[in-house]
């Protein structure tokens, strides 16, 4: 079946620090990535998605590469800002008349000033 | 964008007793909604698949009799915790897909129902 690995957390970064939060996932067909986004206390938000091999989602400063030839589909960003502290959510979603989505095991991410 | 809204969002309750959540679309239509639980340090995990009209899909080792899941509208699914234990203390999530339009997997989240059993 579908599946999702990203980086166990918690990661720890200085402001104005590089991420790089990983991922890399198992699936049949042509999945959608997506990187969802939990700010503390809330619900999950849409941070930024791919459709196909080789698009580049990108929100925010936050991007990120569908590599089909690496099963991966990374999160960046080149300068985090404390407000960037959160749990990072990678999903795959599959199509073929069933939206279900799957989700790794989220990553926290603190920024410290 | 798409807005889903959960109410309540923090429910304590006594042991036996039962509690409703319920999860509102609030600018859409959708025909299918989700239920999701979300574990201390682990990710969400879908309990099943509301379908509007009709009988919700549960996953696998959920227990539809504990977990009752009504779809009566196109815009609110209702998620009942039936005879509820510490056990069942959790933060549970609901989302939503528009029923209009190409559908690429993105789901629309509400904020979420920190349930919480004495």
């Known amino acids: 079946g579908d599946s999702v690995t990203q980086m166990e957390g918690p990661v720890t970064l200085s402001e104005e620090a590089f991420l790089t939060i990983n991922c890399t996932y198992t699936?049949?067909?042509?999945?959608?990535l997506f990187w969802y986004v939990q700010y503390p206390g809330e619900g999950l938000q849409l941070l930024l998605k791919?459709?196909?091999?080789?698009d580049k989602g990108s929100n925010k400063g936050f991007e990120a590469t569908y590599r089909k030839e690496t099963t991966s589909f990374h999160l960046e960003k080149g300068s985090v800002q404390v407000s960037d502290s959160a749990v990072y959510f990678c999903?795959?979603?599959?199509?073929?008349?069933?939206?279900?989505?799957?989700f790794g095991t989220g990553t926290k991410l603190q920024v410290i000033p | 964008g798409a807005v889903v809204s959960q109410h309540p969002s923090r429910v304590i309750c006594k042991s036996g007793t039962s509690v409703k959540i319920e999860c509102r679309s609030l600018?859409?239509?959708?025909?299918?909604m989700f239920w999701y639980r979300q574990f201390p340090k682990k990710s969400l995990m879908l309990m099943a698949t509301?379908?509007?009209?009709?009988?919700?899909?549960?996953e696998q080792g959920v227990e539809k009799d504990k977990f009752l899941i009504n779809h009566a509208s196109l815009t609110l699914s209702t998620l009942t915790v039936t005879s509820a234990h510490p056990e069942d203390s959790s933060f549970y999530i609901c989302?939503?897909?528009?029923?209009?339009?190409?559908?690429?997997?993105?789901?629309?989240f509400g904020e979420g129902s920190r349930l919480t059993v004495l």
């Open positions: 989302s939503a897909i528009p029923a209009a339009g190409a559908s690429t997997g993105e789901l629309f």
């Open positions: 699936a049949t067909g042509y999945p959608s």
């Open positions: 791919a459709t196909k091999a080789d």
């Open positions: 999903a795959l979603g599959n199509s073929g008349g069933y939206q279900k989505v799957t």
């Open positions: 600018d859409f239509q959708a025909t299918t």
């Open positions: 509301s379908n509007e009209g009709s009988k919700a899909t549960y």
